[in-house]
């Protein structure tokens, strides 16, 4: 498979802990996005790199969260003292470049619950 | 007031049904119009892109866009079982994809 891959696909914590996603783009996309979905939303946007510079992120990635794409390659997604507002899906997509009818491909979501 | 408007449905239309999908945006600065279906538990998929105002068509499904009234369309002609999905609608401003703004979906549902 060498979509977009995403680990784990699912993943129930405890109010506190912290928490780690691993996304693994298309091999040769040099853009990797973070996306989060609630239920009945569509995704909002968290943070984007190019290679490995964080170039964008949104006002609703929190203190408690922070990303890093080392080496430009695969990228990882950590929530620190996760509360329950953190329920959702984060979803990860990878482009090459990001020129006109760039497409960003999907990975298949990590759904947190957090109780 | 939302940037974009989407209504979240559920549509259910029966097998070979013409589906119209509709969204409203507030933003004059987007340009790239998109749509996304998604199946349930499984990330959006990328169905027609289009830059600024006109039609575009592929196979079954036809994207309309009408800056003047910031309003988009999908249709989806003779629709099937498989269609069944949520569609998303998506624009942004820029080729940069980070600013894509997406409606919140519409959950279909195409009888056999």
């Known amino acids: 498979d060498t979509g977009v891959s995403q680990d784990p696909r699912h993943k129930i914590t405890k109010r506190g802990q912290n928490v780690t996603f691993r996304c693994d783009p298309i091999?040769?996309?040099?853009?990797l996005y973070w996306y989060r979905q609630t239920l009945g939303q569509g995704p909002e946007f968290l943070t984007y790199f190019q290679n490995e510079a964080q170039l964008e992120k949104s006002r609703l990635l929190s203190d408690r969260f922070s990303a890093e794409r080392p080496k430009g390659s695969f990228s990882t997604l950590e929530i620190q003292r996760t509360e329950q507002g953190d329920s959702a899906m984060y979803l990860c997509?990878?482009?090459?470049?990001?020129?006109?009818?760039?497409?960003?491909?999907f990975g298949q979501g990590t759904r947190l619950t957090v109780v | 007031q939302k940037e974009v408007e989407q209504d979240p449905g559920p549509l259910s239309v029966p097998e070979g049904a013409i589906v119209s999908l509709n969204c409203t945006y507030s933003?004059?600065?987007?340009?790239?119009f998109m749509w996304y279906r998604q199946y349930s538990r499984k990330g959006p998929e990328l169905l027609m892109y289009?830059?600024?105002?006109g039609n575009k068509e592929d196979g079954r499904f036809t994207a309309q866009v009408d800056k003047s009234s910031k309003y988009i369309s999908l249709f989806i002609r003779d629709s099937q079982p498989s269609d069944s999905a949520t569609y998303l609608c998506?624009?942004?401003?820029?080729?940069?994809?980070?600013?894509?703004?997406f409606g919140a979906g519409t959950r279909l549902f195409v009888k056999a």
């Open positions: 289009t830059y600024s105002s």
């Open positions: 998506a624009m942004s401003p820029n080729t940069g994809g980070f600013k894509t703004i």
């Open positions: 933003n004059s600065a987007f340009q790239y």
């Open positions: 997509a990878s482009s090459l470049g990001g020129g006109v009818n760039t497409e960003a491909f």
């Open positions: 091999s040769e996309h040099n853009r």
